[in-house]
């Protein structure tokens, strides 16, 4: 992960914690409880060291990386393992195959499946916060083209999905 700015706030925090469990229950087929009980422990203070050893920053920098909301971390993990089919249909529709989304490197499924389900089922936090925060996460984790393309899919999904909610082809 490269140098970000993660000081924003619990709601950020608990969203970049999502990410990281959701990745955790996809490649190493972990068990969504297991994760979501592993976060409300000691998991982020141990993520806290890890980044700080990675991006080498004093500790006053980190100090400041808030604890993830407690609400939002497992709602994000558990609502995107429940509805992950859902998820990825709506995901694959949007770039044309299911075969381009899972080509698609583990960190950025897991992203883009907790950003398209807090815009499906979290209707009162504004777009541009989900938006925000999820990019903000990918340009952790990527360099070249993936954070921009993040940035396009959720936009492009925002707008469908926050107007006339779930896609025609895949709400029945």
Known sequence: MKKQDFKRNAS??????????LYEI???DAEVEDVVTAFKGDRWDSIRTELEAELGETPEVLLNLPTPDRR???A?????????????????AHMGSSEAFEQLEAITRAILRAAVFELIHTPRVP?????????????????????????AVISALADQLRETGLPADVSE
């Open 127 to 151: 777009v541009g916060v989900i938006s925000s925060d999820y990019v903000a996460i990918a340009n952790a984790f990527f360099t070249e083209n993936q954070p921009n393309m993040i940035n």
């Open 26 to 28: 996809d490649v190493a």
């Open 12 to 21: 950020s925090a608990a969203r970049l914690a999502a990410v990281q469990g």
């Open 76 to 92: 994000v993990i558990r609502g995107v393992s429940m509805n992950r089919t859902e998820l990825d249909a709506i995901i694959s």
């Open 72 to 74: 939002i971390l497992p």
